[in-house]
Protein backbone atom coordinates (compact mmCIF):
# COMPACT_ATOMS: atom_id res chain seq x y z
CA UNK A 1 0.00 0.00 0.00
CA UNK A 2 3.11 2.28 0.22
CA UNK A 3 2.36 5.18 -2.30
CA UNK A 4 -0.94 4.35 -2.41
CA UNK A 5 -3.73 7.30 -2.93
CA UNK A 6 -6.35 6.85 0.09
CA UNK A 7 -8.70 9.88 -0.47
CA UNK A 8 -8.78 12.84 -2.36
CA UNK A 9 -10.06 16.60 -1.70
CA UNK A 10 -11.25 19.51 -3.90
CA UNK A 11 -12.17 22.60 -2.90
CA UNK A 12 -13.08 26.20 -4.25
CA UNK A 13 -15.21 29.12 -4.09
CA UNK A 14 -18.28 27.45 -4.98
CA UNK A 15 -18.56 24.21 -3.51
CA UNK A 16 -22.21 23.33 -4.79
CA UNK A 17 -20.81 24.46 -8.40
CA UNK A 18 -17.85 21.73 -8.09
CA UNK A 19 -20.24 18.94 -7.15
CA UNK A 20 -22.24 19.74 -9.84
CA UNK A 21 -19.30 19.82 -12.27
CA UNK A 22 -18.24 16.44 -11.17
CA UNK A 23 -21.34 15.10 -11.29
CA UNK A 24 -22.35 15.97 -14.80
CA UNK A 25 -18.69 14.63 -16.02
CA UNK A 26 -18.05 11.55 -13.92
CA UNK A 27 -21.70 10.93 -12.52
CA UNK A 28 -20.46 11.35 -8.87
CA UNK A 29 -22.88 11.72 -5.91
CA UNK A 30 -22.26 13.25 -3.02
CA UNK A 31 -23.59 12.91 0.75
CA UNK A 32 -23.64 17.00 1.58
CA UNK A 33 -22.96 17.36 5.44
CA UNK A 34 -25.01 20.84 5.13
CA UNK A 35 -22.95 22.38 8.44
CA UNK A 36 -20.23 22.53 6.29
CA UNK A 37 -21.36 22.43 3.02
CA UNK A 38 -19.05 19.59 2.46
CA UNK A 39 -20.08 16.40 -0.37
CA UNK A 40 -18.62 13.05 0.30
CA UNK A 41 -18.11 10.78 -2.70
CA UNK A 42 -17.60 7.38 -2.89
CA UNK A 43 -16.89 6.79 -6.64
CA UNK A 44 -17.50 3.43 -8.17
CA UNK A 45 -14.41 1.53 -8.28
CA UNK A 46 -12.40 4.52 -7.19
CA UNK A 47 -10.83 6.10 -4.06
CA UNK A 48 -13.20 8.03 -1.87
CA UNK A 49 -12.80 11.97 -1.27
CA UNK A 50 -14.66 15.24 -0.61
CA UNK A 51 -15.86 18.25 -2.67
CA UNK A 52 -16.27 21.26 -0.42
CA UNK A 53 -15.67 25.36 0.06
CA UNK A 54 -12.28 26.75 0.89
CA UNK A 55 -11.31 28.11 3.85
CA UNK A 56 -9.28 30.97 2.06
CA UNK A 57 -11.60 33.33 -0.04
CA UNK A 58 -11.22 33.06 -3.66
CA UNK A 59 -9.05 30.24 -3.42
CA UNK A 60 -9.47 26.93 -4.83
CA UNK A 61 -6.96 23.59 -5.28
CA UNK A 62 -6.73 19.52 -5.48
CA UNK A 63 -5.36 17.42 -2.89
CA UNK A 64 -4.53 14.32 -2.49
CA UNK A 65 -3.89 12.28 0.39
CA UNK A 66 -1.44 9.44 0.07
CA UNK A 67 -0.20 6.26 2.44
CA UNK A 68 3.90 6.60 2.50
CA UNK A 69 5.38 3.75 5.05
CA UNK A 70 8.36 6.45 6.50
CA UNK A 71 7.05 9.77 6.36
CA UNK A 72 10.63 11.59 6.91
CA UNK A 73 12.02 9.52 4.11
CA UNK A 74 9.12 10.43 1.64
CA UNK A 75 10.32 14.36 2.48
CA UNK A 76 13.53 13.74 2.17
CA UNK A 77 12.43 12.43 -1.23
CA UNK A 78 10.36 15.15 -1.97
CA UNK A 79 12.95 17.72 -0.82
CA UNK A 80 15.61 15.94 -2.98
CA UNK A 81 13.66 16.39 -5.89
CA UNK A 82 12.83 20.68 -5.73
CA UNK A 83 9.52 19.89 -3.40
CA UNK A 84 9.81 22.26 0.06
CA UNK A 85 7.55 21.80 3.13
CA UNK A 86 5.27 24.11 4.00
CA UNK A 87 3.17 22.87 7.23
Do not use: C
Not at 13 to 37: H, I, S
Not at 72 to 82: C, F, L, N, W
Amino acid sequence: MNGSIHWFEVVGTDAEALRGFYKGLFGWDFNVVPEMNYGLAAPKDSIPGGVGPSPVPGAGWTTFYVVVEKLEDSIAQAEAAGGRVLV
